[in-house]
């Protein structure tokens, strides 16, 4: 079973702070994704990585950057947090061109005050 | 305009009851479709892909009509355990920008 982890389920940060959110899968899975979800919004993507050192900015980057130095792991940065960074955040991962499953961790509730 | 449209629900169906959803999408270039299933408080996961003729799997059967952008879940004798929000998925011409819409909320009641 493909696993993706979340380094945190419950995370509250203060205003400015700057934020790391990690995420690990164990599937040596190419393409991995941030997305975040707010209620009546659905999810929404914010950067994805197709390899190391790779990163495309999805809808809503502003705010946001990424680092993806280790295949199974990518990593999203809160440079300086905002009250409207409070969100769940999903990662997610895929294998190659012949899936498009994507594979979601459990989610980071993180809430900046 | 959101790229995915759903009816957000509830949906409150008895046991054994059909039920069906529908998802409206924006963009015509939209090149594959899915369901993905979350609960309560967990991570979505997915449930089905969607063909251009329909695909059936056990008791889900999902419709694309491309002529109208829309696709549909259907779910026949629900039970209890298909209580859950069912995400529509589109994904457009970029393998790695997949649209989800916010959710329909199922709840099947004894």
């Known amino acids: 079973d493909v696993k993706v982890t979340q380094s945190s389920r419950y995370l509250v940060k203060r205003t400015g702070e700057k934020v790391f959110l990690e995420c690990v899968q164990d599937m040596d899975h190419e393409n991995m994704f941030w997305y975040r979800q707010d209620p009546g919004l659905g999810l929404r993507l914010i950067y994805f990585s197709y390899d190391v050192k790779m990163k495309e900015k999805g809808d809503i980057p502003e705010g946001y950057s990424v680092s993806r130095e280790k295949k199974e792991r990518f990593s999203l940065i809160l440079e300086s947090a905002s009250t409207n960074q409070t969100s769940m955040y999903l990662c997610a991962s895929r294998s190659g061109a012949l899936s498009y499953e994507q594979y979601f961790g459990p989610g980071t509730r993180l809430t900046v005050t | 305009r959101k790229e995915v449209e759903q009816d957000p629900g509830p949906f409150n169906v008895p046991e054994g009851a059909t039920v069906a959803f529908n998802c409206t999408y924006s963009n015509s270039a939209s090149q594959s479709f899915f369901w993905y299933r979350q609960d309560c408080r967990k991570e979505p996961k997915l449930l089905m892909s969607v063909y251009s003729s329909g695909n059936e799997d056990g008791r889900f059967t999902a419709q694309l009509n491309r002529a109208s952008q829309y696709i549909s879940l259907l779910i026949r004798d629900s039970k209890l355990s298909d209580s859950a929000t069912y995400l529509c998925?589109?994904?457009?011409?970029?393998?790695?920008?997949?649209?989800f819409g916010s959710g329909t909320k199922l709840n099947v009641k004894p």
């Open positions: 998925v589109v994904n457009i011409n970029n393998f790695n920008k997949f649209y």
